[in-house]
């Protein structure tokens, strides 16, 4: 990934701020306005920008692939996802330009007004869990004991299969279970529907079959002109 503008606009920022301060360091040039006036750029305005920036950039970067599999625990979901032969659910999304390189961001965030730092504050509790349990394990022994936090919400499937299109509601079972699963009492992502996202974490016992998920690649996949 190339840094973008605003990388660089935060890096020259700090590299002026810390210029300004080693040189009244060195120097030790009278208190005038002029070098009051600079060292309020040094201190504050420059350093503030630089902070802001920083944050910025820090968090954009947090919805990317990169990021969440940057803990080795991740290995096998971010490969799963980035494989174009999967057919499971996190793969097929992933090769949707909606989701991308954002899948994991945009399939697992909170949505709302608050959605965006609701799932940061949770993303620190998987930050919190890796660094004081699952930093130590290998894979094989780290994958048995992943689980989501909680149960995955319809309402993030919802976000762009609404459950009132005629194609939605065309599928008999869509249409049998519509109540249960616009409540949250039929999960979208159980073994019963379109399986699990990721499916080699769960037991194979429940796993759906591949011509199940296959069935589902094919349903979703826009029509060729």
């Not at 020259?12 to 360091?25: D, E, K, Q, R, T």
């Not at 630089?50 to 970067?61: C, K, P």
């Not at 799932?119 to 048995?144: C, N, Q, R, S």
């Not at 005629?166 to 159980?190: I, K, M, P, Q, Y």
Request: charged letters at 20%; one cysteine or more; a negative charge.
């Amino acid at each position: 990934m190339h840094a973008s503008p605003l990388s660089w606009i935060a890096f020259g920022s700090a590299l002026i701020a810390a210029a300004i301060l080693v040189h009244y360091l060195v120097w030790r040039p009278k208190l005038t306005a002029q070098v009051k006036v600079t060292l309020i750029m040094g201190l504050g305005v420059l350093p503030i920008m630089t902070a802001l920036i920083g944050n910025m950039e820090g968090l954009a970067a947090t919805e990317h692939h990169a990021f969440c599999g940057s803990c080795h625990t991740m290995d096998r979901h971010l490969e799963d996802a980035n494989d174009p032969d999967s057919i499971s659910l996190a793969a097929i999304h992933s090769r949707n330009n909606k989701f991308g390189d954002k899948s994991c961001y945009v399939c697992h965030k909170d949505y709302g007004m608050f959605g965006y730092a609701l799932t940061k504050i949770g993303g620190m509790g998987h930050v919190y869990y890796f660094l004081t349990e699952f930093m130590w394990m290998d894979m094989d022994e780290a994958l048995p004991k992943i689980h989501i936090a909680r149960p995955f919400k319809n309402e993030n499937c919802m976000q762009c299969h609404t459950t009132t299109g005629f194609l939605w509601n065309g599928v008999v079972d869509h249409a049998g279970l519509l109540d249960d699963l616009r409540a949250g009492e039929t999960s979208c992502v159980s073994a019963g529907c379109h399986g699990y996202a990721h499916p080699f974490s769960k037991p194979d016992e429940e796993t759906p079959s591949e011509a199940e998920a296959r069935a589902t690649e094919e349903l979703w996949k826009p029509e060729e002109t």
